[in-house]
T-cell receptor, first 112, second 112 residues
Framework: GQNIDQPTEMTATEGAIVQINCTYQTSGFNGLFWYQQHAGEAPTFLSYNVLDGLEEKGRFSSFLSRSKGYSYLLLKELQMKDSASYLCAVPQSNSGNTPLVFGKGTRLSVIA | DTEVTQTPKHLVMGMTNKKSLKCEQHMGHRAMYWYKQKAKKPPELMFVYSYEKLSINESVPSRFSPECPNSSLLNLHLHALQPEDSALYLC???????????FGQGTRLTVV
């Protein structure tokens, strides 16, 4: 099974940088996803990491360390619209078309 | 077309009613999912269809009945629901593990 842990809430200032951590324990590993979800809306895909290291995509970057069971999402030049929940997710198993298991999500509040 | 379309967007039903939620995608994805999400909680998996066959049922009560008429459509039939079943019901689809799952906007269900 999977056990995913991330902080419940974070607050950061507009224009700043924030790092959202995620630790996981899985019986098999086939990648880690980050999703963004605004209140009342569907989750939207941000990133996918399957190899160790940093993947950069514009203002958002995601890091993975498989040996440590650890990932983080880095958000730069924060904007008010970045206020949302950020969900760390791993596939339920490492074979076939299997669904994502989500962490509890981190609610990020960006303040002026 | 990179959308997953869900209807209706909102639904209010009584405990004796029968209703259906609908989900449609035209991306050629062969896996489709139903998730349930309560306020301030992550999405929780209910059902998975792979190649139009039910592959995972996460011990969901029989008052929820999924149906996959074809590779583009996924329904969730509701009967004799309880007030605690009120939630956001999300449909998602994916091609395989190595790309993201696409989520619909969800149906916000209220059982009265």
């Amino acid at each position: 099974g999977q056990n995913i842990d991330q902080p419940t809430e974070m607050t950061a200032t507009e224009g700043a940088i924030v790092q959202i951590n995620c630790t996981y324990q899985t019986s098999g590993f086939n990648g880690l996803f980050w999703y963004q979800q605004h209140a009342g809306e569907a989750p939207t895909f941000l990133s996918y990491n399957v190899l160790d290291g940093l993947e950069e995509k514009g203002r958002f970057s995601s890091f993975l360390s498989r040996s440590k069971g650890y990932s983080y999402l880095l958000l730069k030049e924060l904007q008010m619209k970045d206020s949302a929940s950020y969900l760390c997710a791993v596939p339920q198993s490492n074979s076939g078309n299997t669904p994502l298991v989500f962490g509890k999500g981190t609610r990020l509040s960006v303040i002026a | 077309d990179t959308e997953v379309t869900q209807t209706p967007k909102h639904l209010v039903m009584g405990m004796t009613n029968k209703k259906s939620l609908k989900c449609e995608q035209h991306m050629g994805h062969r896996a489709m999912y139903w998730y349930k999400q309560k306020a301030k909680k992550p999405p929780e998996l209910m059902f998975v269809y792979s190649y139009e066959k039910l592959s995972i049922n996460e011990s969901v009560p029989s008052r929820f009945s999924p149906e996959c008429p074809n590779s583009s459509l996924l329904n969730l039939h509701l009967h004799a629901l309880q007030p605690e079943d009120s939630a956001l019901y999300l449909c998602a689809s994916s091609q395989d593990l190595r790309v993201e799952a696409f989520f619909g906007q969800g149906t916000r269900l209220t059982v009265v």
